[in-house]
């Protein structure tokens, strides 16, 4: 058996050992969902595990969150490199949806995007890597890191916390960026539920969209919408005339380009007889590069500004980032699925590389650090949707730890590999190039025609 086979033996034999826990903190996590930044239950039971292994944990990392380091061998030959540091991701945070059957009935929080299985994924492999000579006489470093808020939700919550000065960012990573948890890191590694996807498959490779969110208001004037409608601005109206117009452009988003906008209405108007004057929306402009989200959004807010222009009302668009486009490294990637093969067979993995229109905080990561973010099946139900659940166990919890074990143990172990990590990271946006580029999508655009 060869050095890296029987390392990832032990470390396989020590997650199967550790099958039931790793099956009952799932559980345990999921039972009690929270949402992004008040992940503080979630954060606790990620650290008695951590801790239980004897990793050093640092807390509340970013409100919430934590992370340990698991040096692999201080005393292991570098070769006059720095030591290659893989950073291994979980999500803490749950979302809204009151109407499956295991939300919160106070909060409607739940995890229906399958983040529990991502800290099972998480935990199980630190069991698996800290077990006995799996990562001995390997030169390296491996942070486990418990990220809070993915899911880019309860945003009022959240821009109290940008105003307040406890985050600069709306989502996890992103913060985490900005305070230089992944300066020393040379790449990470995630899982994620796949939606509806119920049999023993991964999807490893493939693209994602990236975001700008937005906030809208438009200001009319009230008036009595019976007696005298003239006397009113419908702000209402506005509103509907700016989608419209967006509607107009999206023949001009090129299919390459992937343009998703999705505006909702969050408040329409107040009561039936009055002249609605303040009316909100909300919307995500997503597209699969960064200038085709820029020239996008762009267009939307120029349409979103004639329908207040077109009856004579205020709008005032605030634009947040959103999430920037994933994009997967190669050499994390074929390794990836070398070991996918060897544990599920060749069937198991999605051929080609598809692009998702979907967006993930992972993707900021991915911008400055090679990365993967594996979809893994053992899940029924669409993510997000009621009927979302965890159908295969051992397929949700503990088979995506043994692949994300035996991934940081090829890393580790091949200088070859580290060198191309290396060499893809180098063609990368440095962290402060990223953050100038999130920066310059914070905007608030002003339109005043009112009277
Ligand atoms: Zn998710």
Redesign the pocket.
């Given at each position: 058996m060869t050095d890296v086979a029987d390392r990832k033996r032990r470390a396989i034999d020590a997650i199967d050992d550790h099958a039931a826990d790793i099956v009952e903190f799932a559980e345990s996590v999921e039972a009690e969902p929270e949402l992004g930044f008040k992940e503080t239950e979630t954060t606790k039971k990620v650290v008695a595990e951590l801790e239980g292994m004897g990793l050093d944990v640092e807390e509340n990392i970013a409100v919430t969150g934590a992370k340990a380091r698991l040096n692999a061998d201080t005393t292991a030959e570098t070769n006059g490199n720095d030591e290659f540091v893989v950073a291994v991701l979980g999500?803490l945070d749950a979302l809204v949806n009151p109407a499956h059957p295991k939300a919160n009935p106070e909060t409607g929080a739940c995890h229906a995007?399958?983040?529990h299985a991502q800290l099972a994924n998480l935990v199980g492999a630190a069991y698996g890597l800290t077990a006995a000579g799996v990562v001995d006489n390997l030169a390296g470093a491996i942070d486990f890191v418990a990220v809070p808020a993915?899911?880019y939700l309860d945003l009022g919550y959240r821009r109290q916390l940008v105003e307040s000065g406890d985050v600069e960012f709306l989502g996890g990573k992103q913060e985490l960026i900005r305070r230089g948890h992944f300066e020393d890191v040379d790449c990470a590694m995630m899982i994620?539920a796949g939606s509806d996807t119920p049999e023993r498959v991964v999807t490893s490779d493939f693209s994602s969209n990236g975001f700008v969110g937005k906030f809208v208001t438009y200001e009319g004037k009230e008036s009595h919408a019976g007696a005298a409608p003239e006397e009113g601005v419908n702000a209402l109206n506005a509103a509907m005339l700016g989608m419209n117009a967006v509607h107009a452009n999206r023949e001009t988003f090129a299919d390459d380009d992937h343009v998703r906008v999705h505006p909702i209405v969050t408040n329409g108007g107040d009561g039936v007889n009055v002249v609605p004057s303040d009316v909100q929306m909300e919307s995500y402009v997503r597209a699969s590069t960064i200038d085709a989200v820029n020239d996008a959004n762009e267009k939307t807010n120029r349409a979103l500004e004639s329908g207040a222009m077109a009856v004579g009302a205020n709008v005032e668009i605030e634009d947040y980032p959103g999430y920037m486009p994933l994009r997967t490294d190669e050499t994390m990637v074929s390794a990836y699925d070398a070991n996918v093969a060897e544990i599920l067979g060749d069937d198991a993995l999605t051929p080609g590389k598809p692009h998702l229109t979907g967006s993930?905080d992972m993707g900021d990561v991915t911008q400055i650090l090679p990365g993967i973010h594996p979809y893994v099946g053992g899940f029924s139900g669409a993510?997000h949707a009621r009927d979302f659940e965890v159908v295969d166990e051992e397929m949700a919890y503990v088979i995506p730890a043994k692949l994300t074990a035996m991934l940081v143990i090829d890393l580790l172990s091949d200088p070859e590999k580290q060198a191309e990590i290396r060499a893809a990271k180098a063609e990368k946006r440095s962290a402060d190039e990223y953050l100038e580029v999130v920066r310059g999508m914070r905007e608030t655009v002003v339109g005043e025609y009112k009277e």
């Open positions: 999500e995007c399958g983040h993915e899911e994620h993930t993510v």
